[in-house]
């Protein structure tokens, strides 16, 4: 009823009354020096008096002191748990208790007793001071502080009053008036003290909040960058020996699609979506982090490799599944890099580094697969890297060099285009093979400077030659989607002057795999001005028909592989005299790319198609070799008319 009357508040928290409790048993020195004094001034006014009943009171008073001291010494070593802070203040009660009292007896008796001045001005100050002093160190509990002050003090003002006096009477009054000057005193350091804990555990939970949101990701609720690095870092310091840490990095397929198509409100919903997918495969104890965009971080204790394994392929199919936002049905997937401590890594950087590598080697043998860090990825990416660094200096310092092989039409003979074919002569190294350094130019986006030189270089060549030639350049879908893809191609044919109905551009079908709109902006923008497409390596991808049918092509070639591949026979005859059947039918050129023997020529021809291409009729040649046999054949073309 005290502590109520006291605060004003029904119930103190029971974290703030563990923490006021302490300051009751923090310095338990202080309380042996209050008691000892109060021990020693008893005895000797005992001893001066040689009262029995002084003596038996200072005896109680002192066992009681022995008890609080030994108490307080014990307690103060230990910490007070929120729900035990009742249990030990009602202990701190009855010893602070007894002991005021029977301070407070002492000096009333030794008054009443009138043992002597001397003897009741030592006791008298002793339990006055007593009674004020401990006013403000106990001001955490008031309660206790409050009765403290009134049962060392009271006795003292009734046996001062009832001495009669005058000058004993005076000194109660005075006396009396202190009690509620230490009371107000008591209750305004018990405010001060409680709003200061308040507001500081108010600000505690404030920053923990503020340090939850500043490691959590707003759109997944998982860990951001910051989270994942705290947490790695603890699940470091914590691996048991005989445990491996499994890195997990995600990146989805096909995200930024949907993000463009669908919105960045889609996007998230999707993001969410993934977050709780993994959230339902990942182990109890995983670390799940957004780390950026479209990619994810899965963390966690791992026995063995093959627990790995079996991971990774639950989380890959998670990922396969489609999803369903918005009405949407999505299909995206995802590439994943794993691996392990201290396999892979010694600490958590190179884990993240070789986990990133693993990542780049999913993504560059296609997607919608889990790669696990190899060591000869450091070496392939190291190759990568300088195999780049090469191909940019190269473009500048005109290393490169663009050869052109001849289309030949299989009736006349004659050559009706010229593929323009990158070459790559290294002062060092010597010629490097374009399928060494043109998957490089194209995981880096080196593939755009590239792709626009060559279309340059071949438009320059193509207009000096007779205007019924043409020239083919191979297109990367990567610099076909890129923004301003259709400036590059017309600023080529600008800067050489040449005709865009003589510049044929091949694609592949891999471009088609993703419903892009920049692809087909592109194809329209510059077929609207002249420029001719081809589809190239016909019948190695899929629903070849239906792009046939979308876009505007002028020419099929046909695939090498149905031309002298290993598997050539009745069923591949059939197949080139379809396709050649529906080119006449369309009216497209259909060319057979790979001829290398005369029984090819025949064979592809008498299937129907109209134009070749293979070393039978040349290799790809210098463009002053691409002059000259264009010189050759108007000459022998010439010779063959004045002969007639």
């Not at 008890?67 to 202990?91: F, M, S």
């Not at 001060?192 to 959590?216: C, F, G, H, P, W």
Request: glycine share 8%; net charge negative.
């Amino acid at each position: 009823m005290m502590t109520r009357l006291v605060t004003g508040d029904d119930a103190v928290d029971d974290r703030v009354r563990a923490l006021l409790l302490e300051t009751l048993y923090t310095q338990p020195t202080s309380l042996a020096i209050g008691a000892i004094n109060g021990v020693v001034s008893s005895a000797i006014a005992a001893y001066l008096s040689n009262n029995i009943v002084l003596t038996q009171a200072a005896v109680i008073l002192t066992v009681v002191a022995v008890i609080r001291i030994a108490l307080g010494y014990w307690i103060g070593q230990r910490d007070i748990a929120p729900e035990d802070a009742r249990k030990w203040e009602i202990t701190y009660e009855v010893g602070a208790f007894s002991y005021s009292i029977m301070l407070g007896m002492i000096a009333a008796l030794s008054i009443w007793l009138d043992v002597g001045g001397h003897v009741q001005v030592m006791t008298v100050a002793v339990a006055l001071c007593y009674g004020t002093g401990i006013a403000a160190r106990n001001a955490g509990r008031p309660a206790i502080a409050i009765g403290q002050l009134f049962l060392s003090i009271v006795p003292v003002i009734a046996a001062l009053i009832a001495n009669g006096s005058l000058a004993y009477i005076a000194l109660g009054i005075t006396v009396i008036l202190l009690l509620p000057a230490m009371t107000s005193i008591t209750l305004n350091v018990f405010a001060t003290l409680r709003k200061s804990i308040l507001e500081a555990e108010n600000s505690t939970k404030l920053a923990d909040r503020m340090q939850v949101l500043a490691r959590t990701d707003v759109v997944t609720g998982l860990a951001n960058r910051a989270g994942l690095n705290h947490e790695l870092t603890e699940k470091y310091l914590a691996l048991p020996h005989n445990r491996k840490l499994m890195l997990l990095w995600i990146d989805l397929d096909r995200f930024k699609e949907v993000n463009d198509t669908l919105g960045h409100s889609v996007g998230d919903k999707v993001l969410a979506e993934v977050a709780q997918r993994l959230s339902t495969q990942a182990p109890d104890g995983a670390t799940l982090a957004r780390f950026g965009g479209d990619e994810f971080i899965v963390a966690c204790e791992l026995a063995n490799r093959a627990d790995a394994e079996h991971l990774a392929g639950y989380i890959l199919d998670e990922l396969h599944r489609p999803f369903r936002v918005d009405g949407e049905r999505l299909e995206l997937g995802g590439s994943l890099g794993v691996a392990l401590l201290p396999d892979d890594g010694h600490d958590i950087a190179t884990l993240m580094q070789s986990a990133d590598l693993a990542l780049y080697h999913a993504k560059v043998a296609g997607g919608h697969q889990a790669s696990f860090f190899d060591p000869s990825m450091t070496r392939n990416l190291v190759r990568r890297k300088e195999i780049e660094a090469e191909l940019r200096a190269a473009i500048q310092q005109d290393e490169l060099s663009i050869f052109f092989q001849p289309i030949v039409d299989l009736e006349t003979g004659r050559i009706r285009t010229f593929e323009a074919l990158v070459r790559w002569f290294h002062p060092e190294k010597g010629e490097l093979r374009p399928d060494e350094f043109i998957p490089v130019a194209e995981e880096t986006g080196v593939i755009i400077t590239l792709g626009n030189w060559i279309a340059v270089q071949a438009a320059k060549a193509c207009a000096q030659w007779p205007e019924d030639v043409t020239v083919a350049v191979n297109l990367s879908p990567m610099q076909i989607k890129a923004p301003g893809a259709a400036l590059g191609i017309q600023s080529a044919l600008r800067e050489a002057g040449l005709d865009p109905a003589r510049l044929e551009l091949e694609v592949t079908e891999s471009l088609f795999l993703e419903d892009n709109e920049n692809t087909a902006h592109f194809i329209e923008e510059l077929s609207a001005m002249g420029v001719r497409f081809a589809l190239d390596d016909f019948g190695t991808g899929f629903s070849s028909l239906g792009y046939i049918n979308k876009f505007p092509f002028k020419k099929i070639k046909v695939d090498r592989s149905f031309v002298s591949g290993p598997n050539i026979g009745r069923k591949t005859e059939a197949i080139i005299r379809a396709v050649a059947e529906m080119g006449s039918t369309l009216e497209m050129d259909i060319v057979a790319e790979g001829l290398e023997t005369v029984e090819q020529v025949q064979a592809v021809r008498n299937a129907g198609c109209n134009l070749g291409q293979g070393y039978y009729f040349s290799r790809a040649v210098p463009d002053y070799l691409a002059a000259m046999l264009l010189a050759r054949e108007r000459d022998t073309q010439q010779h063959k008319l004045q002969a007639s």
